[in-house]
């Protein structure tokens, strides 16, 4: 659709998202970027197609599976940050994740080494065993759901959970949501999944990566979708003879066809890749086929991540795009002699072991009769027998009322009724925790047996702890805050002998505090350490000018070129710069020392006429006081008070007595 009539573009949804332009888009939603104008950031945001956000209970699962994502908090998980719906747009907000798939990375580079494929897959297995730990199973892993960040290049699996979601109710049951190159053999026989169906998945990548082509190629995806059920993954070796023999027999388990003869879980798929990365030698690790030796990979159109429903074979598909297959249930026609055609169902044969179903389909005339005799017996009984077996009490049952009950009390009622409950759990101010919340249905409402139910449980009030903001910026503390779902509340300002300008000292509430949801944390923040007077120390000895001015919190510098002082003794402070005022701890103060007053030398004046004598002291900075001897009359200095050569401060009074 082009960007001008798109509806979404340029729209701020819920009041808070200004989608700004389209990043991509499928069968079930198109991913838009757009900003985050209350926390001022770039996000994914993912709206679901309109058709489908009109079906209620297609809108149910896909909040579901976004609760349930959100609580996924891992580096190499796509943060999920929002879930909602305005005006008949139902969203998810994501975080946005700008750089390249690893479909790309397959497309141009494969086939890699074993240490380039396992750097790769290492990180979407440790996303997966966190999803498996948490209860969710991805369902729809695949090259084109790993995203490969630009800044760092950090894996990132996304989409957790949407391959879960249900079609509208007018498609039949009988399919799954699914990319026929990744399925796992039980997704198509039964459509059911769990951790070793992720397993499987994370099996065919590392395939892909190391071999530069799919395990299972073809355009038609029900045929694909046969040979996940009836073949096996292919060796690696046999394509490409540089891949390690321990890497290639992981693949074929991690990939087996019977779920019971892969690891149990991602996390024990991820013990065992890195056990391989330790053990590999390295020339075994960075070994690259030769020119000859490389396979071609198999092109991808532009669409191949899209979503959509598959009632028959199409062409011009090549097996990678998430859609619905029709599923094997127990009872349908096997086809083991090639794959069919149309709407047609699978049955499993043996795949990478020993068949283990030929003794039930050699059994297949004991049930011919079976069914025969029912057939009878529904004719005999009538309309009745038949509504009894297919609409009524023996498949369906009636909602009992769960909520208030405790989530193990409202699990017995519901398998009583053999219903499923899928338990969710969220924030109740008023319901104790392990209580249960509302549920998907109401009570008396007909429902057929295994049919899921939703329980919301109770794990009581809403809180999140008080991070630890010591030390922490305002802008950092607030981020922080903002990680768990709290606030920066009022800034203050106070001085700090030990923390540095612009750093927290504490935060009111205290770090680990439980607070309610968007709480405001107060935060006291340094403004350094507190100013100081500086004492006046003009005219005190060194030492004793030193001493108060260190004790006073300041720095002393002395000046190395001391100066003459008539006023100040030799040793004490003639100058402090700066003087007494009021100035930041640990400013420094440079002192000048006195070297006390200039000393000047008596020259030998008698028998000089007064005139010259007294002319040649006052030079010198001396003062001259005259005495008469016997009237004076010849003018001629007869003694001197100060002794010739005598080193005296200026200003000295030297006495000449004249006759």
């Given at each position: 659709m082009p960007a001008s009539t798109d509806p979404v573009l340029d729209r701020v949804v819920d009041g808070r998202y200004r989608v700004e332009s389209e990043l991509a888009r499928g069968g079930m939603a198109t991913v838009y970027r757009a900003r985050d104008l209350r926390l001022d950031r770039p996000v994914a945001l993912k709206v679901m197609r309109e058709d489908l956000a009109r079906d209620d209970a297609f809108v149910r699962r896909f909040v579901h599976e976004a609760r349930v994502a959100a609580r996924l908090q891992h580096p190499h998980i796509v943060s999920v940050y929002d879930q909602g719906e305005d005006d008949g747009v139902v969203f998810l907000a994501m975080e946005l994740v700008e750089g390249h798939t690893l479909r790309d990375v397959i497309a141009g580079r494969a086939p890699l080494s074993a240490r380039e494929a396992l750097q790769l897959i290492i990180p979407v297995t440790e996303a997966l065993a966190t999803a498996h730990s948490a209860g969710l199973v991805h369902r729809d892993v695949k090259?084109?759901?790993?995203?490969?960040?630009?800044?760092?290049?950090?894996?990132?699996?996304?989409?957790?959970?949407?391959?879960?979601?249900?079609?509208?109710?007018?498609?039949?049951?009988?399919?799954?949501?699914?990319?026929?190159?990744?399925?796992?053999?039980?997704?198509?026989?039964?459509?059911?999944?769990?951790?070793?169906?992720d397993v499987y998945a994370v099996a065919l990548l590392l395939f892909e990566l190391v071999t530069g082509r799919k395990a299972f190629p073809g355009e038609d995806p029900l045929r694909v979708a046969y040979e996940h059920v009836h073949g096996g993954v292919p060796h690696a070796r046999d394509l490409v003879p540089t891949v390690p023999a321990p890497l290639e027999d992981l693949v074929l388990r991690a990939g087996a066809t019977e779920p019971d003869d892969r690891p149990v879980d991602a996390a024990a798929l991820l013990s065992e890749l890195r056990h391989l990365e330790s053990t590999l030698t390295p020339s075994e690790l960075d070994a690259l086929p030769a020119a000859a030796d490389h396979t071609v990979p198999v092109h991808v159109d532009g669409g191949a991540d899209r979503t959509q429903v598959v009632h028959r074979p199409s062409r011009g598909d090549d097996g990678s795009r998430t859609r619905r297959i029709p599923v094997t249930r127990p009872g349908s026609p096997a086809h083991a002699d090639g794959p069919p055609a149309g709407d047609a169902r699978y049955a499993r044969t043996s795949g990478n072991r020993v068949p283990v179903r030929r003794e039930r389909e050699r059994s297949g005339s004991g049930a011919a009769w079976v069914l025969g005799l029912l057939l009878v017996l529904l004719a005999a009984g009538g309309g009745y027998g038949f509504w009894y077996l297919t609409q009524g009490p023996a498949v369906h049952s009636l909602m009992p009322t769960v909520v208030g009950l405790t989530e193990e009390q409202a699990r017995a009622a519901l398998d009583a009724e053999e219903l499923d409950p899928v338990v969710v759990?969220?924030?109740?101010?008023?319901?104790?925790?392990?209580?249960?919340?509302?549920?998907?249905?109401?009570?008396?409402?007909?429902?057929?047996?295994?049919?899921?139910?939703?329980?919301?449980?109770?794990?009581?009030?809403?809180?999140?702890?008080?991070?630890?903001?010591?030390?922490?910026?305002?802008?950092?503390?607030?981020?922080?805050?903002?990680?768990?779902?709290?606030?920066?509340?009022?800034?203050?300002?106070?001085?700090?002998?030990?923390?540095?300008?612009?750093?927290?000292?504490?935060?009111?509430?205290?770090?680990?505090?439980?607070?309610?949801?968007?709480?405001?944390?107060?935060?006291?923040?340094?403004?350094?350490?507190?100013?100081?007077?500086?004492?006046?120390?003009?005219?005190?000895?060194?030492?004793?000018?030193?001493?108060?001015?260190?004790?006073?919190?300041?720095?002393?510098?002395?000046?190395?070129?001391?100066?003459?002082?008539?006023?100040?003794?030799?040793?004490?402070?003639?100058?402090?710069?700066?003087?007494?005022?009021?100035?930041?701890?640990?400013?420094?103060?440079?002192?000048?020392?006195?070297?006390?007053?200039?000393?000047?030398?008596?020259?030998?004046?008698?028998?000089?006429?007064?005139?010259?004598?007294?002319?040649?002291?006052?030079?010198?900075?001396?003062?001259?006081?005259?005495?008469?001897?016997?009237?004076?009359?010849?003018?001629?200095?007869?003694?001197?008070?100060?002794e010739p050569g005598t080193q005296v401060p200026r200003n000295t009074t030297v006495v000449l007595r004249v006759v």
């Open positions: 090259p084109e759901n790993v995203l490969i960040s630009r800044r760092g290049g950090a894996v990132k699996v996304t989409d957790f959970g949407l391959a879960r979601l249900d079609g509208n109710p007018n498609v039949t049951t009988e399919m799954l949501w699914g990319t026929a190159a990744y399925l796992a053999p039980e997704q198509v026989e039964t459509g059911s999944a769990d951790p070793r169906t759990r969220d924030y109740s101010e008023d319901v104790p925790p392990d209580v249960v919340l509302d549920a998907a249905y109401e009570p008396g409402t007909r429902l057929r047996h295994g049919t899921d139910v939703e329980l919301v449980v109770s794990q009581g009030p809403e809180r999140y702890a008080v991070p630890p903001l010591e030390g922490l910026t305002v802008d950092e503390a607030r981020a922080a805050l903002e990680e768990v779902n709290l606030a920066l509340g009022a800034t203050t300002e106070e001085h700090s002998e030990s923390v540095p300008e612009g750093r927290i000292i504490s935060s009111s509430p205290g770090v680990g505090e439980q607070l309610p949801p968007r709480t405001e944390v107060a935060v006291t923040v340094s403004s350094g350490p507190a100013p100081v007077d500086v004492p006046d120390v003009r005219g005190r000895p060194q030492p004793e000018a030193v001493s108060l001015l260190e004790e006073a919190g300041l720095r002393v510098a002395i000046d190395p070129e001391q100066v003459f002082s008539d006023d100040v003794p030799a040793g004490a402070v003639v100058s402090q710069d700066p003087g007494p005022s009021t100035v930041a701890r640990d400013t420094e103060v440079r002192l000048t020392i006195s070297k006390g007053p200039e000393l000047v030398t008596v020259p030998e004046v008698v028998g000089r006429q007064f005139s010259s004598a007294e002319q040649e002291l006052t030079d010198l900075g001396l003062v001259v006081v005259r005495e008469d001897i016997a009237g004076g009359f010849f003018s001629t200095v007869r003694e001197q008070s100060v």
